[in-house]
């Protein structure tokens, strides 16, 4: 079993900047790929962006590419996604997952969720 656990979201204003933090506990982390995915108001969850279990291979949505950037430190169990250039339509919650690719049915365990604000 995996459990993640979502860190960093908050309210911040078009143009600024956030660092979410995805802590996993299980020794399964360092094995597996892993993304962050975004469900705003009313909308589905849909893809963010996916590093694979060494980090040599990321892949992003068009909508954040040059913006975000997805990393991991296995040696900490801990994914991050850092945010730049924020925009209102990244308003959103947003949830860190094993697994790997786009598709979110691909995915074995989710977090909880952090919310991240962005303000026009």
């Known amino acids: 079993q995996v459990q993640l656990v979502e860190s960093g979201g908050g309210l911040v204003q078009a143009g600024g900047s956030l660092r979410l933090s995805c802590a996993a506990s299980?020794?399964?982390?360092?094995?597996?790929?892993m993304g962050w995915f975004r469900q705003a108001p009313g909308k589905e969850r849909v893809f963010v962006a996916t590093?694979?279990?060494?980090?040599?291979?990321?892949y992003y949505t068009d909508s954040v590419k040059g913006r975000f950037t997805i990393s991991r430190d296995n040696a900490k169990n801990t994914g991050y996604l850092q945010m730049s250039n924020l925009k209102p339509e990244d308003t959103a919650v947003y949830f860190c997952?094993?697994?790997?690719?786009?598709?979110?049915?691909?995915?074995?365990?989710w977090g909880q969720g952090t919310q991240v604000t962005v303000s026009s």
């Open positions: 997952a094993i697994g790997y690719g786009s598709n979110r049915h691909r995915y074995a365990y």
């Open positions: 590093i694979s279990s060494n980090g040599g291979s990321t």
């Open positions: 299980g020794r399964t982390f360092s094995t597996n790929g």
